[in-house]
């Protein structure tokens, strides 16, 4: 779900309003519609994002009464899509630098919509029951010593660092070369296959070492512990192929194609007052991951449950 400092995590594939649809493929037939009271939400793959758009779909069809498209896009291109208008809004953006200013300060097709109110963290997690059997194994200078314990067949004669899709940009490759650690980096494939695994891990006790984010529903479920990386530091992931530094904590934003922010009426502005906690995220996001509900139904519950928060974006 990230640039340089960030990575992407795929999962479920979010099937509402006219359905999702891959943006590099092709663009919704409502972005743009004149006259047409709708919107179209970019959708990332990662439950958490999808969490906020179900919720805000939600609330944008029954209290507002617009008509709601969604569809699936990969980070970057998603940009590309705000800034031609091809979709109205991305609700949950993990940092992309280059192209803020590109399409932010430079061209000014897209407009900052403010905070979503959840901070990000990407890092590097071991289970705790792990942890209490090894304490030390929490410090990134002790994993070599721990590395024969996370070998799998993938990994060789290597210790094994879980990673996503091998489409999401992450500084993992970078660390284990500049911390010259003996591990290799395996993609499970998205963010639902990584779960998976680190389900089964935790079913038979096994050790794992994975990178992970928060929110996540997961830690619910899974108790991990964060590996201590070197301490972040202002322009340390400046240079990707030379990154030795942990990630960074990120507060979560959003972003409007620039016309649909100035003439996107009620929908425009409940969206840029949609702001809510990792709490509330993390409530929907086990609703739908974890206990399967549909996003409607995971939203629907959530809104009833939840009147003093929504009615706020409303105002």
Same mark, same amino acid.
């Given at each position: 779900?990230?640039?340089?400092?960030?990575? %992407? $995590? #795929?999962?479920?594939? /979010?099937?509402?309003g006219? !359905?999702?649809?891959?943006? &590099?493929? +092709?663009?919704?037939?409502?972005?743009?519609?004149?006259?047409?009271?709708t919107?179209?939400?970019?959708?990332?793959?990662?439950?958490?994002?999808?969490a906020?758009? %179900? $919720? #805000?779909?939600?609330? /944008?069809?029954?209290?507002? !009464?617009?008509?709601?498209? &969604?569809? +699936?896009?990969?980070?970057?291109?998603?940009?590309?899509?705000?800034?031609?208008?091809?979709?109205?809004?991305?609700?949950?953006?993990?940092?992309?630098?280059?192209?803020?200013?590109?399409?932010?300060?430079?061209?000014?097709?897209?407009?900052?919509?403010?905070?979503?109110?959840?901070t990000?963290?990407i890092?590097?997690?071991?289970p705790?029951?792990?942890?209490?059997?090894?304490?030390?194994?929490?410090?990134?200078?002790?994993?070599?010593?721990?590395?024969?314990?996370?070998r799998?067949?993938?990994?060789?004669?290597?210790?094994?660092?879980?990673?996503?899709?091998?489409?999401?940009?992450?500084?993992?490759?970078?660390?284990?070369?500049?911390?010259?650690?003996?591990?290799?980096?395996?993609?499970?494939?998205s963010?639902?296959?990584?779960?998976?695994?680190m389900?089964?891990?935790?079913?038979?006790?096994?050790?794992?070492?994975?990178?992970?984010?928060?929110?996540?529903?997961?830690?619910?479920k899974?108790?991990?512990?964060?590996?201590?990386?070197?301490?972040?530091?202002?322009?340390?992931?400046?240079?990707?192929?030379?990154?030795?530094?942990?990630?960074?904590?990120?507060?979560?934003?959003?972003?409007?194609?620039?016309?649909?922010?100035?003439?996107?009426?009620?929908?425009?502005?409940?969206?840029?007052?949609?702001?809510?906690?990792t709490?509330?995220?993390?409530?929907?996001s086990?609703m739908?991951?974890?206990?399967?509900?549909?996003?409607?139904?995971?939203?629907?519950?959530?809104?009833?449950?939840?009147?003093?928060?929504?009615?706020?974006?409303?105002?």
């Open positions: 779900m990230r640039v340089r400092t960030t990575a %992407a $995590v #795929a999962s479920l594939v /979010l099937l509402t006219c !359905g999702a649809a891959d943006m &590099t493929k +092709q663009a919704s037939p409502f972005a743009n519609a004149q006259g047409a009271k919107v179209t939400l970019s959708v990332q793959s990662w439950v958490g994002a999808q906020n758009v %179900a $919720v #805000a779909q939600y609330l /944008l069809e029954h209290r507002l !009464g617009y008509r709601v498209d &969604t569809v +699936q896009v990969d980070e970057v291109p998603a940009w590309d899509a705000l800034s031609q208008g091809r979709v109205d809004a991305i609700l949950e953006d993990w940092g992309h630098p280059d192209q803020e200013r590109r399409y932010v300060d430079d061209k000014k097709t897209i407009t900052r919509a403010g905070g979503l109110g959840v990000g963290h890092g590097w997690y071991v705790t029951y792990l942890v209490r059997q090894h304490p030390d194994i929490t410090n990134w200078k002790n994993l070599d010593k721990y590395a024969s314990l996370f799998t067949a993938e990994s060789g004669d290597k210790g094994q660092l879980m990673d996503g899709s091998p489409s999401y940009v992450t500084n993992d490759k970078a660390l284990v070369t500049n911390l010259k650690l003996n591990y290799q980096v395996v993609f499970a494939g963010e639902a296959a990584q779960i998976t695994q389900k089964q891990f935790a079913k038979e006790k096994k050790p794992f070492l994975t990178y992970w984010y928060a929110p996540q529903w997961l830690f619910e899974v108790p991990m512990t964060e590996v201590e990386l070197p301490a972040y530091k202002e322009g340390c992931d400046a240079d990707a192929a030379k990154v030795a530094c942990a990630y960074p904590r990120t507060p979560l934003q959003k972003y409007l194609n620039t016309d649909f922010a100035e003439k996107g009426g009620e929908a425009a502005a409940f969206l840029k007052k949609f702001r809510w906690t709490e509330d995220q993390n409530e929907v086990l739908i991951a974890d206990q399967k509900l549909s996003p409607a139904d995971a939203a629907k519950k959530w809104v009833d449950n939840h009147p003093a928060t929504w009615k706020a974006w409303l105002s």
